[in-house]
């Protein structure tokens, strides 16, 4: 079974301070993780995927995560924090072998100028 | 590029009414989703479409129905809704079903449904 776990609910950054959130992830096999991000009234934007090809995945906005299959993480860092990413953010595991996508509660991104 | 539109944005309802929230995407995807948005819980999969012609449930698929009208559209009714159906609303498409892995879902912006 795939599940998800967001360690913070909610985090605050001073801005051009870095951004760490935290997601550990159980999934029988080989998972595909997703990041999305949602902005206030809006839909969830994808922010990077996971594939097999690389642990230390690129995304936008100078974000990036790291799959560790050790330690079932897949955490999502940004070296300085931009007030433009004050948003909730979402770790998303996909069951294999189907499109279907287990959703973590979120964690709620505070920038402080 | 439209992407996945919702219709409407905002729908106050009373119990035991009825209504059908409208998805329209134009990427050519062959996966559709409904899912609901409550507070603290992420999102829940309501119902999907795998492929035009076909609808499954989800996780939470009880007082829904849905109807894939075309490759395009995705549509989900609520029968007779009741204040437990209080929710923000997403749909979703992606490319393809099981295929593929590492397919992303693209959303569109919600639907915010009060029901009192």
């Known amino acids: 079974a795939q599940s998800v776990t967001q360690l913070d609910s909610h985090v605050s950054v001073s801005e051009g301070t870095p951004v760490l959130l935290r997601c550990n992830y159980s999934s029988s096999y080989s998972p595909s993780l997703f990041w999305y991000v949602q902005h206030p009234n809006k839909g969830l934007q994808l922010l990077l995927k996971y594939t097999s090809a690389a642990t230390l995945v690129k995304g936008i906005n100078g974000f990036e995560a790291e799959f560790k299959k050790s330690e079932t993480s897949f955490h999502l860092t940004k070296p300085s924090a931009h007030m433009s990413d004050a948003a909730e953010y979402f770790c998303?595991?996909?069951?294999?072998?189907?499109?279907?996508?287990?959703f973590g509660t979120g964690t709620r991104l505070t920038v402080i100028p | 590029n439209a992407g996945v539109t919702q219709t409407p944005k905002f729908q106050v309802l009373k119990t035991g009414q009825s209504m059908t929230l409208q998805c329209a995407q134009d990427?050519?995807?062959?996966?559709m989703y409904w899912y609901r948005q409550d507070p603290g819980m992420g999102l829940r999969l309501i119902y999907y479409?795998?492929?035009?012609?076909?609808?499954d449930k989800g996780e939470v698929p009880n007082g829904y129905n849905v109807s894939r009208l075309n490759k395009r559209e995705f549509s989900l009714r609520l029968e007779s809704a009741a204040p437990s159906q209080t929710s923000v609303y997403f749909c979703a498409s992606s490319e393809a079903w099981g295929a593929r892995r590492n397919q992303p879902q693209h959303f569109g912006d919600g639907t915010r449904l009060s029901i009192l």
């Open positions: 998303v595991v996909s069951q294999t072998g189907a499109n279907n996508l287990f």
């Open positions: 479409s795998a492929s035009e012609g076909t609808t």
């Open positions: 990427m050519n995807h062959n996966s």
